[in-house]
């Protein structure tokens, strides 16, 4: 006697997939969400490696615009003057370049090398000049130079920095008669960009002007800095917000985030660059206010702390 093998209902749901037929599966065993997950992360990711590469190109095109001579002639007799600027002092009140003298062959003893006169140059600014004198038979060498500043340290990290005419002068001679020439100037600071322009592009020989401003990359870092500012502030207010409205979501750990997150806002503050004077504008709109909101969100959190530990019965 054959035995009938019993039929398979599709309205009946086993327990193991694996065993039943085709056709009583469900329509799929496959999350609908993963691939919309899997494109936010491969975005994620994209966005991350955009930010690298550009902010990498950035920088190498602050590097590419430092070492690019601006208004450099050769005088007439051969001399060459060279102004490399290399630093700015800390309260930005001065720039500092080092004035490099190349003389000319009528300037220059061939058998010494040293030169055949004596030789002055001048370095005029706005309120700081700057004299040096070549007796016969040396050779000049490099001297720094200070450059008075007019200060624009409130609009940090877009300040701007003016130094106000500048001239130099060359005495040779017994008469030490003065011969203004032409400078080559060069950019060697790093983070800042030099532009150079006359005081009028008609005259030859009129004077000059620098112009500092921070580069790209630098002003790049200090908006990503600020906006870490912000985003630590909005955090902290977030998980406290939203452990006051559930104390049972309080993690005893959380409170020494806090702590970490109060400590580490000083020395992201000093790690901005140019190290801003304290009482600026970041310091009125941004530091102290992250400050507040984060004793905010310790005080919520200690308050869900209280309010969850209030509950727990007593032994």
Not at 21 to 35: E, K, M, Q, V, Y
Not at 294 to 315: D, E, N
Request: with cysteine; glycine share 6%; charged share 15%.
């Amino acid at each position: 006697m054959r035995v009938g093998r019993p039929t398979l209902s599709v309205n009946v749901l086993d327990e193991d997939y694996g065993n039943r037929d085709a056709i009583s599966r469900p329509p799929s065993t496959l999350r609908p969400g993963r691939p919309r997950r899997r494109l936010r992360v491969v975005a994620l990711v994209g966005l991350v490696a955009c930010a690298m590469v550009m902010s990498i190109m950035v920088y190498i095109n602050s590097l590419a615009s430092q070492h690019i001579s601006a208004h450099g002639v050769i005088n007439s007799d051969g001399t060459a003057v060279t102004l490399n600027v290399v630093g700015v002092s800390n309260d930005y009140r001065e720039l500092v370049g080092d004035l490099i003298i190349k003389p000319g062959p009528e300037l220059v003893d061939p058998a010494t090398d040293g030169l055949n006169q004596d030789l002055t140059v001048a370095v005029t600014s706005a309120t700081k000049p700057t004299r040096r004198t070549y007796s016969k038979g040396m050779l000049p060498g490099v001297f720094p130079v200070p450059l008075t500043l007019a200060r624009d340290a409130e609009s940090w990290p877009f300040d701007r920095y003016d130094t106000g005419p500048i001239t130099v002068e060359l005495f040779t001679g017994p008469a030490q008669v003065p011969e203004r020439v032409n400078v080559t100037f060069v950019d060697g600071l790093t983070g800042w960009k030099v532009h150079v322009a006359r005081v009028n592009n008609a005259n030859p020989l009129a004077p000059y002007e620098l112009q500092l401003q921070r580069s790209a990359s630098t002003m790049l870092f200090a908006i990503v800095i600020l906006c870490i500012f912000v985003a630590i502030a909005a955090l902290g207010l977030f998980v406290a917000v939203q452990t006051i409205r559930d104390p049972r979501r309080f993690h005893s750990a959380m409170t020494t985030w806090y702590a970490a997150m109060l400590f580490a806002v000083v020395p992201l503050r000093n790690a901005l660059p140019g190290s801003p004077a304290f009482g600026s504008w970041i310091d009125l709109t941004i530091v102290l206010w992250v400050l507040v909101a984060l004793v905010v969100s310790m005080l919520l959190y200690i308050a869900a702390w209280w309010r969850a530990t209030s509950k727990t019965p007593k032994t």
